[in-house]
């Protein structure tokens, strides 16, 4: 509190003191003693500060001129300090007042600045002053052309505001189309020659007879926006043809450098470096080692006709130069055969693409992918060979099955009447061949593959393998001695089934047995009465009972039984179970009258008897209170 107490107490003199020295200012202000306090006239510079209440613009009450005030008016120099920029940042100045170099109050007249043209050191503004610079009168760069600041502009004599590249003092020759920084290519001391330049390090590097030819042949010289004006940027040069004209006429491409070198058009030393595959013949093998003059005359070609004698020439077209010594029997395309590397050797992987056709014997299928010498076993490819049947090449597989037997005898089928070239496993042997054997194919066996019946123990049989059904299948009857063999004789099958499926009836006659097939009978399936449900199933074929209630379930419970048997033929047919037999006049109580139109229903009704509910058809008694109420 007492510290505070005092800065209170010492706050308040102050306060008191700069009163009383405004007071006293005031005072001496309206006394006549004004000129004698004043140091003297302000400069030109600083007229309009002139009068005893301006002295605060420069002056801090009580102390020295201030820095601060001095920067608040000199804007343009405050910013180059802040920029680290200028005169005023250098070693000679940096830490001084400002008073210390420009003092006043010496006089209307007086020079504040009182600048040494002679001995300054320009390099202390940030600029040195190199070549041609150095004997620049300061006037011909400090002029207000020169200063991009419009109120720097309006001042006299100022040496502020300049720029430190060169397009600030000098006009852009190269208008726009170069870089900014002259110094790249321009030294100090003079604009042409352009000495810091070198051309080796542009996209286009001098060399041979470029180098001795003058800049304007190639950088043309004109008049752009009323100016003088030299192309330097944008020079074509990736191709020759963009300074020169084509001799050639575009026939040869654009790259003269494959044929010429840059020391003479007339010198073809580069002339290996052609790259011939841009041309519709592409070198391979040994044309790579051919001399161009080999198959291009030259002796007497013009520019516009060199090279050109062989236009249209395709690589396959080998007879147009060199001779064919197979005389045209195998076509033209040599190629088929042989490589470019030489024609003494044949490549296997040529001779794919031989047409085999033009020998009168087409390879295809198979014979397509076989190598060329697993059938020309000799030395020549082109010595004639047999190929009139495939058993010249091919040994037969069947083992002589197929040899037609005495008495006929003959020659073996060949085997390009059963197989096809694209493989043995293809046969083309069909059901319409088939039908020609001893043993057509029908029914089931139309599905069945051939390899079910002629694949046996791993080897194929064609020959002598049965004709029978139980040559292939089991007799399952004779294995059980299920059936008497009297119903098929000679185990024949078919005489119950047929060849579409064993579960289709055949031709067996079933009025031969103990129990001939009537009405709905014969639309049952054998195995619903001759196979049992068990597991396994059984086969039954002897000693089955002739009864219907053997097969059927009595629904009646027995109502129509007589001597514990009941008859149901007695009332119905073989055709359904509709009683078309039935006559209720054999029946303990006959139709008469009015009864003859009630419908069954009305009296034999579902009653419930031993448990059970049935309808009730015998009767306990007939008279009528029984029915009619």
Known sequence: MFLKKNNHISNQSKDL?????HILLLAL???RAVAQLSPGDLSNAHAKL?????????????????????????????????????????KDVKGKDCATCHSDHHGRNFDMVRFDEKNFNHSLAGYKLEGAHAKVDCRDC??????????????????LGMGVICLDCHDDYHQKTLANDCTKCHGMDDFKPATKFNHDKTDFALAGKHKTVDCKECHKMEVKNGKDFQHFAGVPSKNCNACHDDPHRNQLGSDCKQCHNEQSFGSTSSLGRFNHNQTNFTLKGSHRKVDCRDCHKMDAATPTSVFQDRLGVKTSECATCHKDVHEGKF??????????????????????????????FELAGKHAAVDCKKCHTADSFTEPMP????????????????????PKGGVPPDCAECHVEDGFETTTFGMAKHEKTKFPLDGAHVATPCFACHLQEEKWRFRNIGERCVDCHEDVHKKGNELDEKWYPAQDCKTCHLTESWAASGSFDHAKTNFQLKGKHTQVDCRACHVSEDAPPKRTFTGLPADCASCHEDEHRGQFEKAGVTDCARCHSFEGWAMTDFDHDKTRFKLEGKHVEVACEKCHVPKEMDGVVMVQYRMEGFECVVCHK
């Open 50 to 90: 002139e009068g005893i209440s301006n002295c605060t613009q420069c002056h801090v009450l009580g102390s020295k001129v201030s820095n601060d005030l001095c920067l608040d008016c000199h804007k343009e120099i405050k910013s180059l300090m802040d920029k680290r920029a200028g005169y005023h940042i250098s």
């Open 387 to 406: 190929h009139n049947t495939c058993a010249v090449c091919h040994s037969d597989y069947h083992e002589g099955q197929f040899t037609p037997q005495p």
């Open 29 to 31: 202000l309206t006394s």
């Open 142 to 159: 400090h002029k207000p052309d020169n200063v991009d600041n419009y109120d720097l502009k309006k001042r006299k004599d100022t040496y």
């Open 17 to 21: 003191k700069h009163r009383f020295l």
């Open 331 to 360: 076509g033209a395309d040599c190629a088929g055969c042989h490589n470019e590397d030489s024609f003494r050797k044949i490549s296997v992987n040529k001779l794919e693409n031989f047409n085999h056709a033009l020998t009168g």
